[in-house]
């Protein structure tokens, strides 16, 4: 559901992972329409490494 919003909306997945700054600073990147793909690609990238951050923490909070 998240790549989903990382697509159409990508100032909207940082605010669902914790980094409203990032959010503000997206939303702004993203009013333009030269700004919307760097966005979109930002927000995804941002996705994943908090995806690999919580699997981590899994792995280690197992132990």
């Not at 503000?24 to 690999?52: D, E, F, H, N, R």
Request: aromatic fraction near 12%; charge should be positive.
């Amino acid at each position: 559901m998240r790549l989903i919003i990382a697509l159409l909306l990508p100032w909207l997945t940082f605010f669902t992972i914790g980094r409203p700054i990032a959010g503000i600073i997206c939303l702004i990147l993203q009013l333009t329409l030269i700004g919307w793909l760097p966005a979109t690609i930002w927000a995804v990238y941002a996705l994943s490494q908090y995806k690999t951050d919580k699997k981590i923490e899994k792995a280690l909070g197992s132990r």
